[in-house]
């Protein structure tokens, strides 16, 4: 990923554009400054469905519900522009950008490269790159601290995930009874 582009998401309420560098790229700041929502913002942009698991509990929670001083904005939109000199996403571009929008109203907005697409065309473009598998890792704050201290079930559960395999453990199961 290139760079990372909010405009309204969680407590962004100003336009925010952040350039990554390739390899290692630290996230700093006190405590409360929007570090873990920067990471939900590109969980959310890369198509996760539930605004729960982005540590909400309704869509409106993700739209920047203003300060003392800044009124509340009625849309969140995160881009996601990754490099493609690679081909890596399957496209003809240089460059591929995700757009991810939320309305208060209720509606979304989702765009490859500025095209209107569906969540769903999000989802197959980095599932057939295998982003979604193996290659993209989110471990947010709590989940490392539930690993280092959970026990073999619970760790087994999260690898298999991280490993892309946890779809298929009901295949397993199956096949054992079959
Ligand atoms: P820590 O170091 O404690 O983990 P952090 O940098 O990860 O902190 P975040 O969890 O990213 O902090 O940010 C929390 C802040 O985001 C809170 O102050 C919260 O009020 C603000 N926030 C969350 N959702 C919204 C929203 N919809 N509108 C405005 N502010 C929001
Ligand atoms: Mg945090």
Redo the contacts with the bound molecule.
Sequence with gaps: MKRLDLYGF??F?RRVSVELEQGLNAIV??????????L?AIRWALGEPSARSL??GRTE???????KDVR?LGMAEVVLTFDNTDGALGLPHHEVALTRRAYRSGQSFFAINGVPCRLRDIQDLLARANFGARSHVLVS?GTAETLAVSGGDERRAALDEVAGIARYRHVALLARLA
């Design positions: 969680k407590s309420g700041g006190p405590n409360g400054c929007g570090k873990s929502n920067l939900d540590r909400g929670d993700i739209i920047f519900g203003g300060t509340p704050q």
